[in-house]
């Protein structure tokens, strides 16, 4: 109407996220249309103490996964490599994995073929790169996930796990 100031239309953000601290401000700022890239650093989600998972810490990039989901933020790689996430971190996290994820990388993460078997339920379809080297996935961890692998996929990295020959 004339006399209102008018609306400023919101430009989408590309944020990257490299801590704990810039995902809850980043959690603060985002919105609809912004994309992410999560960097996490492989000492982040470890305990200080003893260098294995925190799961206080897990919950909270899940959290932050799914505040993305729900508010129509694309995060479009999410690196979590040399995590320990282990299965359990792999339950916290796969089923908040974005629908628009076109890259992750879970290198040296101890998931094992229970991990994978979480993961395969989850991958989401947009997915184009996919690490998962070193990470004790054997024959029955390879039979669950190959099937469920995106049509688009075009790059996997399987190195060092104990496929056989």
Known sequence: PPGEPAAEEATPTRHTVKSLADLEEVKRKMKPGDTVNLLLDEKLLKDDD???VDMGKVHTVADFLKAANDGGV????????YSNLGVEG??????????GLKGLDLDV???????MEVLASNL???LTALYLSRNKLGEKGMKVLAPRLPEGLTELALNDNNLGE
């Open 124 to 126: 989401p379809k947009e």
């Open 90 to 99: 792999m339950e916290v996290l796969a089923p908040h994995l974005p629908k």
């Open 50 to 52: 003893n260098g294995s």
């Open 74 to 81: 694309a995060v479009r790689y999410l690196n979590l490599a």
């Open 109 to 115: 993460n101890n998931l094992g073929d229970d991990g």
